[in-house]
């Protein structure tokens, strides 16, 4: 059986993919920025958040875990600190904390933007983490490349590294931002299927593209 035939990107609302009823093991994604959501940081702070806990309260992975890679945001002298927000909101749906690692994107100066980002997995009831040598490491440093002008994207190997952490092989992904298709790719070099949600119709067809044509490269190790 092909990937295509047991994995799959909607091109739609996650609100909408969600209320599909899917079956999938683990959730793994990054949220959209204010900007993707037409959204200015601390004025819209309500609704941004008020979406995203709408959006958390329907996964329902089977193996409980949910993992959200985020930055915080640097804005009129502030910081918005994003990745606590999510983590008040996963504790309101039941979920605790699990780890919080950093991703560091980037070791030049920047002052608008924060150059790591918190990967920070959550469980609720019962759950199983494998422990694995590349997860372990507290920091993990994988600098940060646009792909054909999209720059909203992750390295593979962010994907990678918690996906072989929380499944086994065979089994379901699903990223409800999938944006250019990083946890597809990372599922299919580590033989897993994913589900997916991308709601932009250009970035999807970017996506299916680059998924389509990838092939799945050797197992690296990193530190
Ligand atoms: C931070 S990016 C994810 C990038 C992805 N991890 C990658 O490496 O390519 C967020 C993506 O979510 C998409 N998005 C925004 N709102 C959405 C929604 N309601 N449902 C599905 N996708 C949405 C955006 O178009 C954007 O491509």
């Not at 079956?23 to 959501?37: L, T």
């Not at 932009?200 to 690296?220: A, C, K, L």
Request: glycine letters at 6%; one cysteine or more.
């Amino acid at each position: 059986m092909s990937y295509s035939e047991i994995s799959n990107i909607y091109n739609e609302d996650c609100l909408i993919t969600l209320g599909r009823e899917l079956e999938y093991d683990y959730v793994f994604f990054s949220p959209p920025e204010y900007s993707e959501m037409g959204l200015e940081p601390l004025k819209d702070d309500k609704k941004y958040f008020g979406w995203m806990e709408e959006v958390y309260s329907k996964f329902n992975p089977r193996k409980n875990i949910v993992t959200i890679v985020i930055s915080d945001r640097r804005f009129k002298r502030k910081t918005i600190p994003k990745h606590q927000y999510c983590t008040d909101i996963m504790k309101n749906l039941g979920y605790d904390l699990l780890n919080q690692k950093i991703w560091e994107k980037s070791r030049e100066i920047n002052m608008f933007r924060y150059n790591y980002a918190f990967v920070m997995s959550y469980a609720r009831k019962s759950f199983k983490s494998k422990n694995t040598k590349l997860f372990k490491y507290d920091t993990w440093f994988h600098p940060h490349h646009s792909y054909k002008g999209y720059s909203y994207n992750m390295p593979q190997e962010v994907a990678e590294r918690c996906i072989g952490n929380y499944t086994e092989e065979g089994d379901i992904v699903y990223d409800p931002f999938m944006g250019i298709g990083t946890t597809a790719l990372a599922c299919k070099k580590l033989n897993r299927k994913y589900l997916g949600s991308e709601i932009d119709s250009e970035t999807f067809e970017m996506g299916m593209n680059r998924i389509n044509q990838s092939t799945i490269g050797s197992i690296e190790k990193w530190s």
